[in-house]
């Protein structure tokens, strides 16, 4: 089954869901009406059956995070429930009740690099790179979880210090489970269907995740919204975009 949702493909083959990300002239950046269709998408497939979900972006990135096009248009209001809806999804993704899995590629940054953070398998492109600037305008966004993957001492170099990291770094520090060829990701996700998903019903996986993943997302979300709510907002995303162009 195949449906299309704006800004999203839906696909369904058995008991793994599909959502790739369809904004291909965007970089897929995450725009409100995107991030809605995901979340809307991850909660309906925790009872719908779906045994995998996998994240995938069309064209020459995964994503290029949180869509800022607009920012200046937009309230101080208005940017904050931009940004709580982005932690929703990551949220939905990281506790989902069934295997997930990011396949990435290109250029990743931001909330779009949070998304593959969330998922259990994050495979990535040999040519693949990651960048996570929020905390350049202040957000502490999917920060936990992040250090969560990489150790503390790590994920403070890299998000303090603002570092770009390449497939290779990030299957080093544990960022990435794997680094495979796009050419070959169709291979690999037939094999987890065949051999690994069927070792574990989906009771005991919801069971697994629950003793392996710590509950977190009030804290989470309560450190989103206290650094989103500072005052200033359009100053700093706006003093972040100009030293990134510099």
Excluded at 64 to 86: E, N
Excluded at 135 to 147: D, N
Excluded at 153 to 176: S, Y
Excluded at 181 to 194: G, P
Aim: charged share 25%; proline share 3%; net charge negative.
């Amino acid at each position: 089954m195949r449906d299309v949702v704006k800004e999203l493909r839906v696909e369904r083959s058995g008991a793994t869901l599909t959502l790739t990300l369809d904004r291909p002239d965007k970089r897929n950046a995450l725009s409100p009406t995107l991030v809605d269709a995901l979340l809307e998408a991850v909660q309906t497939a925790c009872t719908d059956g779906t045994r995998l979900l996998v994240l995938r972006g069309e064209g020459r990135n995964f994503c290029a995070g949180f869509d800022l096009s607009d920012y200046a248009d937009a309230s101080a209001g208005d940017l904050l429930l931009r940004f709580v809806r982005i932690e929703q999804l990551l949220q939905a993704v990281a506790h989902a009740p069934f295997e997930t899995v990011a396949l990435a590629h290109g250029r990743n940054f931001g909330a779009g690099v949070d998304l593959i953070c969330s998922c259990d398998r994050r495979i990535g492109a040999p040519e693949a790179s990651f960048m996570m600037p929020g905390l350049g305008f202040g957000l502490v966004l999917g920060t936990r979880r992040y250090a969560a993957r990489v150790g503390a001492v790590r994920a403070r170099r890299v998000l303090g210090d603002g570092l770009t990291f390449d497939a290779n770094t990030a299957l080093a520090d544990g960022f990435l489970t794997d680094i495979v060829a796009q050419h070959d990701w169709d291979t690999q996700l037939t094999q987890l269907q065949t051999a690994t998903l069927p070792r574990l019903t989906a009771d005991t996986w919801q069971r697994l995740d629950a003793a392996l993943l710590p509950d977190t997302r009030a804290a989470d979300m309560a450190a989103l919204v206290e650094s989103a709510a500072v005052p200033g907002i359009h100053d700093r995303i706006g003093r972040y975009r100009e030293g990134a162009k510099a």
